[in-house]
């Protein structure tokens, strides 16, 4: 069974710095987009970056020139290199890959279970 499991959330001031991972585990044959979403109380979930099986990524507005997003695909894991934190990045962060496991024709969207992100001002 494929599972994404998500680390490093925690609580940091304004202004530092957390690294987020996130591994697929399972019997996996390929991986294409793996991204990073967060959600606030009260808010929707957003996308906040993904990067394609060919390195390219994409950001939302808010977090360009803070964030970065990268992977290593022979650990199957995408990290989310966040700086320059701020309080409205507190979320409940949560990784997505949209990838095949083996055995199967298609490509399936898979969720971690989220990990909070707390900054305070």
């Known amino acids: 069974q494929v599972q994404l499991v998500e680390s490093g959330g925690g609580l940091v001031q304004a202004g530092g710095s957390l690294r987020l991972s996130c591994a697929a585990s399972?019997?996996?044959?390929?991986?294409?987009?793996m991204g990073w979403y967060r959600q606030a109380p009260g808010k929707q979930r957003e996308l906040v970056a993904v990067?394609?099986?060919?390195?390219?990524?994409n950001y939302t507005d808010s977090v360009k020139g803070r964030f970065t997003i990268s992977r290593d695909n022979a650990k199957n894991t995408v990290y989310l290199q966040m700086n320059s934190l701020k309080p409205d990045d507190t979320a409940v962060y949560y990784c997505?890959?949209?990838?095949?496991?083996?055995?199967?024709?298609?490509?399936?969207?898979?969720w971690g279970q989220g990990t909070q992100v707390t900054v305070s001002s």
């Open positions: 990067i394609t099986s060919g390195s390219s990524t």
């Open positions: 399972g019997r996996i044959f390929s991986i294409n987009d």
């Open positions: 997505n890959a949209h990838l095949t496991p083996s055995g199967y024709y298609y490509t399936y969207e898979y």
